[in-house]
């Protein structure tokens, strides 16, 4: 069974940093892109940020350009997210996603993680 | 980067037919037949309901189908289920090297 496992969120001070990880199991992590996929409470999803299956390519929403950085480590299944300078509007729920299919890197998203709440509040 | 436009709600009866629209432009839904749907319910991750367009993934339920024209996709639920009531959300490949959600749509089952 294909899971995913969020974990790294809590409450930051704004201008503060954060790294959030998503462990997976049940697949070969290393044949699929990741995908994190954000969503403010009661408000809808938005595309953070994309790494291929190899780690080689990368591909990040324009509003966290320069401020996040998506890493993976393929030995132990395991993708980040590290967020800088972070600011109120960073507030929601991250999710981590699979793509559904080997080699799309940006396409659908077939399984999910539970999600990890970022808070920004002084 | 502009969100592709959803109708902020819908609603139909039991057994009914509901369409969400999801319209982007030519740099997304209607240059690409990367167009995903997806479905949350209250407090759950989303659930991958129709890829490409219009393939079903297995398991999922033959009432949802997905279609697309011009710059407009569409995601249709047919004989609407107690269970269908959630919000919807589209997501769309834009050029170049993006993924673009829509806005959402809460389904009302009435």
């Known amino acids: 069974e294909v899971q995913m496992l969020e974990s790294g969120g809590g409450l930051v001070q704004p201008g503060g940093s954060l790294r959030l990880s998503c462990a997976a199991s049940g697949f070969t992590f290393s044949d699929y892109a990741m995908t994190w996929v954000r969503q403010p409470l009661g408000k809808g999803l938005e595309w953070v940020s994309t790494?291929?299956?190899?780690?080689?390519?990368?591909y990040n929403a324009d509003s966290v350009k320069g401020r996040i950085t998506i890493s993976r480590d393929n030995s132990k299944s395991t993708l980040y997210l590290q967020v800088n300078s972070l600011r109120a509007e960073d507030t929601a729920v991250y999710y981590c996603?699979?793509?559904?299919?080997?080699?799309?890197?940006?396409?659908?998203?077939?399984?999910w993680g539970q999600g990890t709440l970022v808070t920004v509040s002084s | 980067q502009s969100a592709l436009t959803q109708p902020a709600s819908v609603s139909g009866s039991l057994g009914q037919s509901i369409t969400i629209s999801c319209t982007g432009t030519t740099s997304d839904v209607g240059g690409s037949n990367f167009v995903s749907w997806y479905q949350q319910h209250p407090g759950k991750a989303p659930k991958l309901m129709i890829y490409d367009v219009s393939n079903r993934p297995s398991g999922v339920s033959n009432r949802f189908s997905g279609s697309k024209s011009g710059n407009t996709a569409s995601l249709t639920i047919s004989g609407l289920q107690a269970e269908d009531e959630a919000d919807y959300y589209c997501?769309?490949?834009?050029?170049?090297?993006?993924?673009?959600f829509g806005g959402g749509t809460r389904l009302t089952v009435l």
């Open positions: 997501l769309s490949y834009r050029t170049y090297n993006i993924l673009v």
């Open positions: 790494i291929s299956g190899s780690g080689v390519s990368t």
């Open positions: 996603a699979k793509a559904h299919r080997n080699g799309y890197n940006l396409a659908d998203l077939d399984s």
